[in-house]
Every structure is written in structure tokens, then in C-alpha cells.
């Protein structure tokens, strides 16, 4: 006969000592309901931000196409930095936390990935930028090539009698200014 | 749940209208164009313009119709050629309505953006309100659970040991069962069990009747240190008890011949609270008369000598006052100014901060130089006039000794000549040669049974009144009063 029996009664003392109000699987489902809202929640934020920046970059592209389309050429550089600078903001906000200092062991920066997301968001909204105004911009080329060609048929219809015009005009003169001269003279004889 | 399905569906309406608005604003030509034609005129005959109209009139050239609308004035770039380059028609965009697609796009993102933001928010306060209720709920069952826990905890353990009990009769029959043991061997283990235990439970009450011992003998040494400090055995308090009685006893018998003396007016003078100025000439015993009278108040009253302030202490203190012991002796004039000025401080201070003050007396010899020196003469005078109501409330009794009762005589205090003869009492002694002092004296100041103080009473000073005899009085030679 043992007493091991001691042993495994400490198990069912140990088991029964902590301050456990709920069985563990209901608690592991508790857990793991909360670490679901947690993850909604953060899902739900990164579309957010994500709608920020496709919101943001809608609405430069709509008030370049709405300069260029009411104002014209006249509007083509106010439509370009007001688009830009309001595709800008959602790349500019990211530089918070950027961090940059120079001291006696050379450059430090921290947070160095938000340069470089602001960098992309830059570059992402030049693009939005021109694709605002490529198409005035291909217009306006089309109208400058119309005139280009209306030039040179003046042009080519100007070369066809280059010096008749002014010989003409430089002899019906000379002939008035020589008749002239003639009856002056003819009366006095 | 409702405000979820909400948002989720108006973000989806507001997507789908940015979806929408996005391809209604599609466009091939987003912006309005001009047919025009340059058809020059010919100078030369119908033949010529036939030629030139076809060279270049026919061909079709577009431009924008806002720089079409500029031809002819500042700022535009196509030439004039006035009804050379003509209009042909306008060709407006195919799309008028691409703005407000644009518009609706944009609007519909921000739609969207904001249905996102509002239940991110929800989502975040939802999830914190759910964290506090869980908090509340899990302690609210913690606290409902905690009794039955401990409970259970509690019979578990009793479980357990009933368990260990149960086990160790079925290991014991077992091993019956076995022949490794029987009923008597099991017996004698049980005995010795019992024997372990209850000699155990003695050594654990002789470690505690040592304890108490060890106590007992530290607290009578204790005592006994305690008493050697104190100096009093109990033969000696015995002895001392003895001795009290007989020195009150012998005090007993000096107020009754005090009392018996004349009309007792030197028990009065002892008994009373007001300053004593013992007066005369050289050599009539005013020395020896004011320290009977300290000795006196000393052993009837237990009013032991503060100070002295006397210049000649230290001839004094060998001859006259050999008997007496004060604890402060004033003997320079520096010291005796400074004497008058901390006796004032003193009564004060008694009387304001000493409510359980001990009755002590103050010596003052040769008050008549006092008076004349510059150093104590502002301090003695300030002495006299406080002397007069500060000592009593004191509880300090006061004799002083001077030739003169005069105002110069007694610290030139001006003004207050009748306050001092009615608020003190003075004894005048005589001398017929100058060496031996007479019996006869004069008292001023002592009040009689009506109040009044009398004026010039004649009366005789004991013989036995004398410092000496009082000393021996109570040290074995007790005064022969009949004498």
C-alpha cells in the first residue's frame, strides 16, 4: 500500500484554489471574442484610412477637372497645385513621429518608413495631378497644332507671290509720282 | 446590431454611388471643341479660288472652343485673318454631366469614409463597455463564488484527511491480512504514539513553567535594584519614621513656648507671610534673631534657605549662621545687584508658572549698604517695592537686616514708606554697649486680633532663641524652656 494519493489530492486542492470564476473554455472563448473586436476594430480603421486617401485624392481630381472644364487654360495652374496640394495631405499627415537629428555620431532618423510612405503618397499624387489635366492638356496640343497649320498655309499661300505685291504698289507710285512731275512741267512750257 | 447593418449599408450606397458617379463621368472628349476652316480669298478669277478652296478650305481643323471664342482679341493664339478662318460648328462634349459624376464620386468616398469613422467609434466604445461589464460581472461572481469556494476548499481538506485516515485502517488491515502485523503489535504503537504525544505536551509545559520562573526571578531583581537605588531598606525607612516623629515632637514642643512667649508674637511673626526687617545697631543681635527665624520656618515648615545675599557671607556663615545652609549666596556687589534683579524675576515666575510652587526663604544682610552703592542701588530699590506684595503670592518668605527703617536705609525707595511700615514687620533690637544685645525689642507692623498693625510694641526676646539652641533642640538637646 503507497500514499500517493496525497499527490494527486493536491491536484484537486491546486485545481480548485485560484480565484477562477468561469470554466476555461468559456473564458478562451471570451478571449477569443474580444481579440475578434479588436481585430474589427483595426480592420475597420485600416479602411478607414484607406478611404481617407482615395477620398482625399477624389477630391483634388475633381476640382482640377472643375477648373479646367469652367475656367479653361487660364485655370491650368491653379487646378494643378490645388490637386496636388490636397492629394498631398494624407502623405504629409504621415510625417508625424518622423524624427530627424544630426549630431556629433552623423544623421539619425527615426521612423525613416513614414519618409518613405510620405515619398510614394507624393508620388501618387503628381500622378492624380496629371491625370487631371491630360486631357486638357491633349486638347489645348490639338488646338496649338490647328493654329501651327493655319500659320503655315498663310505662309505658303504669302510664297507663292512673294515679290509681285510690293513692285506693284512701287510702280503705280512711281508712275503717279513721274505723271505728276510731267504736268508740272508741261504747264510751264 | 441595427446601427451596424446601417452603416455597413449606407457605406455600401455611398460606395456604390462613388462607383457610379466615377463611370458617368467617363468621357472621350471631356471638353468642348470647334470645327473650323481657313478659306482664303483668291484674287484672280473662280478658277484660282477653286484651287485655293481646295487646297485649303476643305480641310477639317478643331481647336478649343474657349479659344475659338478668344479669336480676334488679347490673348488669343489662332491669327486673325478676319473671314479667312470661319466657324464650321461646335462639337460640345459627349459627356455634359461629367462634374457632378465627379461630384457624386467624391461625395460618395466621403460618404463612405465617414460610415467607417462612425463605427470604428461605436466599434471602440462597444468594446470598452463590454470590458468594464465583464470586469463587473466576473467580480460580482467572484465575490457570490468566494464563500462557496472556501467552503469547498475547507472539505476538501477535510475529504483529504478523512481520505489519509480511511487509508491508513485499510494499509493497517492490509498488512493484518499479510501477517506483517497484529492487534497488539498495532496496540503497542498506539501506546507509544500516546506516550510521544503526552511527553511531548510536558516538555512544552516545563518550557513554559520555565518562561514563567525565568520572569519571576528577573522581576524580583528588578525590585531589589530598585530599591538600592532609592537608599531605603526597611530598617532604614524604619529609622527615618522613628526620627520624624521625634523631630516633630520636639517641634511640637518649640511652637507651644513660642506660642506661651508673651502673647505669642513670635509665633506670629514665624507663622506670618509678611517680610521681616530685623533692625538695630551694631551688636544687638539682629544676626542671631534672623536666623532663629529661618531655622525656625526651616523645621516647622520644611522652607528651606534659597539665597543669601549677604557681603559678608562668608564671616557670617562661620560665625552667626553656622547653622544655616543656603543653596545661593550673593557676596560681591555684582553678585547681590544681579541677587535683586533674579529674586524680582523669580516671584514672578512663581507666581505666574509654579502653581505647585515649594515655600522657599531669602536672607538679606546689610541692606543699609545696598542703598548707597551705585551698582545695587536701582536693583535694591526695585527689591524693596516689589518685596511688598511679589513674595507672599511667591511663597517666598523674606528677612531683611538693616541699621535704619529709613527710605535711605532700605534702598531709598520714595513713596513708599507707608506701604513698606504697614505691608512688612520690623523688629527694632537694642544694645546698651554695642557688644550685648538686649532683651527688650520693638515690633512694628504685626497686626493684632482686630487688624490692625501695631505701633512700637515693647517686648523681650527669649534667651533660648538662638540659633545654636535650636540646632541642639533637634539633634538630642531639646531646650529647657523653664529656664
Request: proline fraction near 3%; glycine fraction near 6%.
Amino acid at each position: 500500500m503507497t500514499y500517493d494519493i496525497e499527490e494527486s489530492q493536491d491536484e484537486v486542492v491546486s485545481e480548485i484554489a485560484p480565484d477562477t470564476p468561469l470554466p476555461k473554455d468559456l473564458i478562451e472563448h471570451l478571449e477569443s471574442r474580444k481579440q475578434h473586436r479588436k481585430d474589427v476594430i483595426n480592420t475597420t480603421e485600416k479602411l478607414t484610412r484607406f478611404f481617407v486617401g482615395w477620398s482625399l485624392n477624389s477630391t483634388g481630381f475633381f476640382i482640377a477637372k472643375y477648373l479646367l472644364i469652367t475656367g479653361g487654360s487660364v485655370n491650368l495652374w491653379l487646378a494643378i497645385s490645388l490637386s496636388f496640394s490636397i492629394c498631398s495631405v494624407g502623405s504629409l499627415a504621415g510625417l508625424t513621429g518622423l524624427r530627424v537629428n544630426y549630431n556629433s555620431d552623423g544623421l539619425e532618423v527615426d521612423n525613416m518608413q513614414n519618409l518613405l510612405k510620405t515619398a510614394g503618397g507624393l508620388v501618387f499624387a503628381g500622378i492624380t495631378t496629371w491625370l487631371a489635366v491630360k486631357d486638357h492638356q491633349y486638347f489645348e496640343n490639338l488646338t496649338k497644332e490647328t493654329v501651327t497649320q493655319i500659320s503655315q498655309d498663310i505662309q505658303t499661300i504669302e510664297k507663292q507671290n512673294p515679290q509681285s505685291d510690293p513692285w506693284v504698289s512701287i510702280a503705280v507710285a512711281l508712275a503717279l509720282f513721274i505723271g505728276s512731275i510731267a504736268i508740272i512741267f508741261k504747264g510751264r512750257e | 446590431m441595427k446601427q451596424g447593418v446601417f452603416e455597413l449599408a449606407l457605406a455600401g450606397v455611398c460606395g456604390v454611388a462613388a462607383i457610379i458617379g466615377l463611370a458617368t463621368s467617363q468621357t472621350r472628349q471631356p471638353y468642348d471643341l470647334t470645327q473650323i476652316q481657313f478659306c482664303p480669298r483668291s484674287a484672280n478669277g473662280v478658277h484660282s479660288q477653286i484651287a485655293l478652296d481646295k487646297r485649303f478650305c476643305n480641310q477639317p481643323r478643331f481647336v478649343l472652343t474657349e479659344e475659338w471664342q478668344r479669336y480676334g482679341l488679347y490673348g488669343s493664339i489662332i491669327p486673325y485673318k478676319g473671314d479667312a478662318i470661319q466657324w464650321v460648328r461646335d462639337l460640345p462634349t459627349d459627356n455634359p454631366n461629367q462634374l457632378q459624376g465627379y461630384g457624386i464620386a467624391v461625395i460618395g468616398l466621403w460618404g463612405v469614409v465617414g460610415c467607417l469613422l462612425v463605427r470604428s467609434q461605436r466599434l471602440k466604445r462597444t468594446d470598452y463597455e463590454l470590458g468594464e461589464l465583464e470586469k463587473t460581472s466576473d467580480y460580482a461572481t467572484w465575490q457570490h463564488n468566494l464563500h462557496k469556494r472556501e467552503v469547498k476548499q475547507h472539505s476538501t481538506q477535510l475529504y483529504t484527511e478523512r481520505l489519509k485516515d480511511g487509508l491508513t485502517d485499510l494499509d493497517v488491515h492490509s498488512r493484518k491480512e499479510l501477517g506483517l502485523t497484529d492487534e497488539e503489535n498495532e496496540r503497542a504503537k498506539a501506546r507509544i504514539q500516546l506516550e510521544d504525544f503526552m511527553k511531548a505536551r510536558a516538555v512544552n509545559h516545563s518550557v513554559m513553567d520555565k518562561t514563567i520562573a525565568e520572569n519571576l526571578r528577573d522581576r524580583a531583581k528588578a525590585e531589589q535594584e530598585r530599591g538600592k537605588i532609592e537608599g531605603k531598606t526597611k530598617g532604614a525607612i524604619a529609622d527615618s519614621d522613628n526620627q520624624q516623629s521625634v523631630d516633630q515632637q520636639r517641634a511640637n514642643q518649640l511652637i507651644e513656648a513660642l506660642k506661651a512667649h508673651e502673647d505669642g508674637w513670635l509665633w506670629k511673626i514665624i507663622d506670618n507671610q509678611k517680610p521681616v526687617w530685623v533692625l538695630g545697631e551694631a551688636g544687638s543681635g539682629k544676626s542671631t534673631l534672623a536666623a532663629s527665624i529661618i531655622m525656625l520656618r526651616e523645621y516647622f515648615f520644611d522652607m528651606p534657605l534659597y539665597q543669601l545675599i549677604d557681603a559678608h557671607a562668608g564671616e557670617n556663615l562661620r560665625n552667626a549662621w553656622r547653622y544655616l545652609s543656603p543653596q545661593l549666596i550673593a557676596q560681591t556687589e555684582s553678585e547681590i545687584g544681579q541677587a535683586f534683579d533674579d529674586a524680582r524675576s523669580r516671584w514672578l515666575d512663581r507666581i505666574n508658572n509654579q502653581p505647585d510652587k515649594q515655600p522657599q526663604q531669602l536672607l538679606v544682610d546689610e541692606f543699609t549698604n545696598y542703598s548707597e552703592s551705585d551698582i545695587t542701588k536701582e536693583p535694591a530699590k526695585k527689591f524693596v517695592k516689589a518685596s511688598l506684595s511679589d513674595p507672599r503670592k511667591a511663597e517666598e518668605r523674606l528677612v531683611c537686616i538693616a541699621h535704619f527703617f529709613t527710605n535711605t536705609a532700605v534702598g531709598g525707595s520714595d513713596g513708599t514708606a507707608k506701604g513698606r511700615s504697614r505691608g512688612t514687620i520690623q523688629i527694632d533690637r537694642k544694645t546698651a554697649d554695642g557688644k550685648t544685645p538686649l532683651q527688650v525689642a520693638t515690633i512694628n507692623g504685626l497686626n493684632n486680633s482686630l487688624g490692625d498693625a501695631e505701633v512700637d510694641k515693647k517686648v523681650t526676646i527669649p534667651a533660648w532663641l538662638t540659633p545654636e539652641s535650636i540646632h541642639k533642640h533637634f539633634n538630642g538637646q531639646p531646650i529647657d524652656f523653664d529656664d
